[in-house]
C-alpha cells in the first residue's frame, strides 16, 4: 500500500517530484504570494552553492543545475498561481547500478523501497531517495528565503561536527554567515575545517564513510509563530528536516541535555526591555509549547554516515534470497553533511515561510510594498 507523500506545508505548499537519473528534478510551490519579485537569478546562486566544488570530498557527479522557471512568475514578479521549477538530470551514469540491483545497499533504503514498491522503483542512483532529490528543496528554499527576507529573517546553517572533529569554539553570528561557505565541509572555522577535510579524506581512502552534526540558527523570527497542537513550530521543523535522506536526529537548544538539567539551571528567566521580553539564556531553543518566544531559534541535526561505501559488507541477494556480499562503487559521497547545509537552510525556511503566510505577517509586508 502507498499514499502519497511528496508534499509538505499547509498555506505555502511545496511538491517536490523528480528521480536521481531520470529526466529532471523538480518542485512545484501553491501558495507562494503574488507580487513576490522572482526570476531564476534569485534561485540560481543558490544551486550553485549546493556543491562544494572540492572532488576530495564529494561525489565525482557534480553537475552544474539549471534552474527554469515554468509557471506562477509573470512580467518579474509571482502571480499567486503555482510555481514550478525544474533542472534537467544531465550527468547520470547509471551503469554501477545495474550490477547491484538484486544486492540492497545495508544503511540505503532499496530493501524498504523494494518491500513498499514491489520492484517497481526507479533504483538508478536511488531513485527518489537520493540526495539529488535536494535539489528540489533548495529550489523551494531559494523562494522562502525571498519571501522571509521580507520580514529580516535569515537563517544559517553550519557544518559543526564531522566524525569526530567538532567545532569547538561558538563562533558569532557574523563570523558564522562571513565563514561558513570559504570552505568545502562548510564550517565557520577554517582550521577546525581543514581537519573535518582530512578526516573525510582519510575516510574515503580506507572505503567507508562519515557523519556529523549540522547546526542552523534561525535569527528574527518574530515572538508568536507556530500553530499547537500539532503544527508546532519545532514539530513541523523537524518533520521537514527528517524529510532530508541521512537525516536521524534533531534537537532544539539544549536538546537531549535537558535530560540532566535540573528545571532551575533548564529554565530561560525572562527579562523586559524598552517593552519587549526576552529572556536571559535560551535553552529552549527560541520555542516554548510549539511557539516562537523572538530568540534565536538553535537547532542541531544528526546526519548519518553515507550508506554506499566500497568497504566489504553483506546483504542478501534479492532475486535468490541467498546471503551475498556488496562493496559498493560508483559515484558516492564520503560524506553527506556538506551537500546536506543548503538543504537543511532550505527545508528551515520553507517551513517558516508557511507558518509565517499562516500568521499573515509576509502578506502584510508585500501588500504595504505594492500599495
Ligand atoms: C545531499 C545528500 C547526498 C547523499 N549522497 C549519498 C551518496 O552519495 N550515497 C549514498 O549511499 N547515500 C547518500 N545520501 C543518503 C541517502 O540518500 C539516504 O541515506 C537513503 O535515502 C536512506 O534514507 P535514510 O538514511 O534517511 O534512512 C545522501 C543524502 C543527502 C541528503
Redo the contacts with the bound molecule.
Sequence with gaps: MWLAGNSIGKEFTVTSFGESHGKIIGVIIDGCPAGLQLSEADIQPELDNRIPRQPKIV?ARIEKDIVKILSGVFNGFTTGAPICMIVENKEADSSEYDAIRNLP?P???DYTSWKKYGGFGDFRG?GR???RA?VALVMAGAVAKKLLRKYDVDVLAYTSSIGKVKLERQKTYEETNKNRFENAVRCPDTSCAGEMETAIIEARKQGDSLGGIIEVLIMNVPPGVGEPLFDGLDADLAKALFA?????GVEFGAGFKVAELKGSENNDDFRGHEGEISTLSNNAGGVLGGISTGMPIIARIAI?P???IAKKQRTVNLATMEDASISVKGR??PC?VP??VP?VESVVAITLADHMIRTGLIQRVLEKEHE
Design positions: 561525489s545497499r544503511g540505503h533504503a536511488g531517495f537520493s540526495g535536494t532530508i535522506p541521512a537525516v536521524k548519518k553515507t550508506p554506499s558516492h559521497d553527506i551537500k546536506a538543504a
